[in-house]
């Protein structure tokens, strides 16, 4: 049953019987009795109270009173279709996931797009990153590739991850600005955080701000591996590449289109859709080895570093389509719950510490905003294969076990003995050595802050530079610490020059400071 049919629902033998006169359905309470007034309160005499026994009225108000859930803690602005993937061509030497099995095979998937910092009702245009979240509902089970539009992060460990969004959100004694990230908060973080400038240049820059979704580049962000049936891993980054092409509006444009009106990529992606002007994206792997690792100048844990595809190219696997919107944007996109941890046989982790935090982060915040770990039965998160398993009960259960023995092993015959493990078919983590003393201290590889920033920097044409240096200039104007304005100028010296000497110009900076020390640990303890 799909959800615009829900709205009828099916009486004991599937046929929907509550008619009314003209052939529409009879509105009824949520169990099933024909409402005959929906205009009027049951009340005592012309103009006395309410009664008490209105079970029409009570069970209305009572649902209406408990609509809302909470927002995404992050990501609360978002927008999703759903389309297909279709794999060009096997992929069997780098991996036994069965969705890279067979040329032409098409997997079922939720894209939602998001902003991070903003709140459910805030404007597509914000100066902010984008989630690319997919959810590919395999033969193997669902493989959630939730991943952003830029390629790096502000931070290495997601232990400083609250941080971050705390910073960048509202601030908790005056509740603004929000979405923004033009205020002392953030840019007192941002310039205590070396480790953020390789993604500050990013939001800084025109990518910041699609022309729509349908102009968007999506990375997986991490390393992760790709394991195929011989148990040889490769390590992978994920990219989509965009049909149509990468393309930005500039700050006074987004500025006129944040007023004018707020929902413009939604409307950018509802329109195309509903046209028949389904966006696609091409899905490319960067492919590498230990060998390439170890020789590679950077940590390919490092999540604010990037492979450079002049470096490594990408390889063009497969396509993502997306042909159609939801049914109901709060059934689908709303209750959608996309995890890092939702991977299939034959794609793995590493230890890059941000995915490693983010592997443990999305159930707990998941299971606070849809309120019963039975999330997974809601048909937008139940995967599309055969689910067969012990855990049961709890809030809001559709499917339990049917079978007498509910846990294993057991000794039952396979009727009432239900489901086994399956050693041979089933996911094996990929057995990567691991040894050492617990410690705390990033690793030295991870502390070159500013080399791909300046890499970044560089690449872009002399028009995109000072769109750079225009945001930062805009941005920072709205800190009112002139410390902290300095000390983010003085953080740019380590990047560029002459982006350092346009930023303190335009802030009107009286001197331009010294260049931070080159930190390897975030920096503390300044005076004010
Ligand atoms: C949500 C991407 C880092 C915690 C999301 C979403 C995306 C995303 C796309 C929205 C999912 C949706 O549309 O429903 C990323 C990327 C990251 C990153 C690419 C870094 C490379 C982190 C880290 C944490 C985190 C480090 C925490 C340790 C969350 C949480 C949500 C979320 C709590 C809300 C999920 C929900 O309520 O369903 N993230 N994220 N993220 N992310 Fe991340």
Redesign the pocket.
Known sequence: VRYGDQAVRQGHGGETHQVAGDGRPSLTTQQGTIVGDDQNSLRIGERGPTALEDFHFREKIFHFDHERIPE????AR?YGAHGFFETYAPLTELTKADLFQREGERTPAFV?F?TVAGSKGSTDLARDVR???VKLYTREGNWDL???NIPV?FIQD?IK?PDVIHAVKEEPDRGFPQAQSAHDNFWDFASLMPESTHMLMWIMSDRAIPRSFRFMEGFG??TFRMVNAQGRSTFVKFHWKPKLGLQSVVWNEAVKISGADPDFHRRDLWDAIQQGNYPEWELCLQVFDDEFADRFRFDVLD?TKIIPEEELPVRRVGRLVLDRMVDNFFAETEQ???CTQNIVPGIDFTNDP?LQ??NF??LD??LK?LGSPNFTHLPINAPKCPVASFQQDAHMTTVNPTTRANYEPNSWEPEIGGPREDPERGFHSYPAEEAGAKRRLRPESFADHYSQARQFYVSQTPVERQHIADAFVFELSKCDRVDIRSRMVAGLRNVDDELAVAVAAGLGLPELPDPLPAAREPIRDLPP
């Open positions: 995404r803690v992050v990501h978002g939602r998001s989630g690319f979240a939730v991943g952003n992060f997601a991850f962000v991490h999540p959608v719950a996309f941000l935090g983010r982060s999305y915040t998941q905003r």
